[in-house]
Nanobody, 115 residues
Framework: VQLVESGGGLVQPGESLRLSCTVS????????MTWTRQAPGKEREVVAA????????YYPESVKGRFTMYRDKAKNTGYLQMNDLKPEDTAVYYC?????????WGKGTLVTVSS
């Protein structure tokens, strides 16, 4: 099982990025994907996760309306579309998937938002 993030980079405030999480070893159709981030000196924060109750996606207030999580089942890849990026979005972004009792993580991709 392997999760590989890509798409990070350096952007200016207000710009957009799309992160990808390509999964090998099992189908993303069956298991939920979560995106988290960790900024320097801060705790890891969930930025997109499937709700356990109603099938919707949870986004914290810090990214709601700017970030969107979706998946392409044919490519077995999940995405995090990030719009109107702010300097406070600077962090390493990780995807993870829960498969039965195990959680699998990618190694992360760095997003830097700076003018």
């Amino acid at each position: 099982v392997q999760l590989v993030e890509s798409g990070g980079g350096l952007v200016q405030p207000g710009e957009s990025l799309r992160l990808s999480c390509t999964v090998s070893g099992f189908s993303i159709s069956t298991f939920p994907m979560t995106w988290t981030r960790q900024a320097p000196g801060k705790e890891r924060e969930v930025v997109a996760a499937p709700s356990k109750f109603d099938g919707s996606t949870y986004y914290p207030e810090s990214v709601k309306g700017r970030f969107t999580m979706y998946r392409d089942k044919a490519k077995n890849t999940g995405y995090l579309q990030m719009n109107d990026l702010k300097p406070e979005d600077t962090a390493v972004y990780y995807c993870s998937m829960d498969r039965y009792a195990d959680t699998y993580w990618g190694k992360g991709t760095l997003v830097t938002v700076s003018s």
